[in-house]
């Protein structure tokens, strides 16, 4: 008795031990529903993106998504004029199919814009002073034929001309070399057919910032670096950021890799 008795509570101790094991490896596909939280209608083209292995799906006409999963992963909803949200993958969610999901619908309120012109007095000194003035710098280089504007008067602003134009190499390590793992995620993203749809539909920059943990602003700096023009990083959709800083990264891999 006294031998079957360790010989019980090491077994129970390995089955408890398998168990918590296949919770902490438990991998597949789940499926789940978007509802609209106000109506708890499903909702239809819904874009669902797994931000930890880089694919995504949209849901069909009942609202229901199927999606390659792990636990602890997190899930990306989006839709327009809906309040995107993100969702940790649980145990519960490969055990059941019924799981919803609740969007909250945005409210978007209208505001008094007033438009004040410049209105001319004919008189070339009070007119002169009236006009906005571009605050921005403008550093010209002995022997290139252009400028180059900076931004702001100071000694940094010099500095990243000067990097842009004589030495590539050490400003793209400068953006990218700080999120590799990030950086990394784009060949994934413009693989994916169902994030490029996504993309292409959106300029809010915000699938963006989730996917590749970047701010907008860092995006801006980025493209600003890399000669994108101010009109298309203020125009240009989603994916045509997404293809921007990608061909952005690749220049970096080859300057890096002299």
Not at 2 to 24: M, N, T, Y
Not at 44 to 71: M, R
């Amino acid at each position: 008795m006294k031998r079957i008795l360790p010989l019980l509570l090491f077994l129970f101790s390995f089955v408890g031990f398998a168990q918590d094991g296949d919770e902490a490896v438990l991998e597949g596909e789940i499926t789940a529903t978007v509802v609209n939280a106000q109506s708890s209608f499903p909702m239809e083209s819904v874009h669902v993106i797994n931000l930890n292995k880089v694919v995504g799906t949209i849901t069909n006409q009942k609202g229901k998504f199927t999606i390659p999963a792990a636990v602890n992963d997190t899930l990306y909803l989006s839709f327009l004029g809906f309040k995107s949200q993100k969702v940790r993958v649980t145990n519960d969610m490969f055990k059941f199919e019924n799981t919803e999901i609740a969007l909250t619908e945005l409210a978007y309120a209208l505001e008094e814009v007033i438009v004040r012109p410049y209105q001319l007095t004919g008189y070339l000194e009070i007119d002169v002073k009236n006009l906005p003035i571009n605050n921005s710098y403008q550093y010209s280089i002995s022997g290139l034929p252009k400028s180059y504007e900076a931004g702001s008067k100071n000694p940094s602003a010099v500095t990243k001309v000067l990097g842009a134009i004589l030495n590539p190499a050490d400003l793209l390590r400068n953006l990218f070399g700080k999120k590799p793992k990030q950086m990394r995620k784009l060949r994934q993203m413009k693989e994916d057919e169902d994030i490029r749809n996504l993309l292409a539909s959106k300029f809010d920059r915000e699938t963006l910032t989730e996917l590749l943990q970047l701010d907008k602003m860092d995006i801006d700096d980025i493209l600003s670096n890399c000669n994108y023009s101010k009109s298309f990083i203020r125009t240009a959709n989603d994916l045509q950021i997404l293809d921007a800083i990608s061909s952005c990264y690749e220049e970096y891999k080859v300057l890096n890799r002299r």
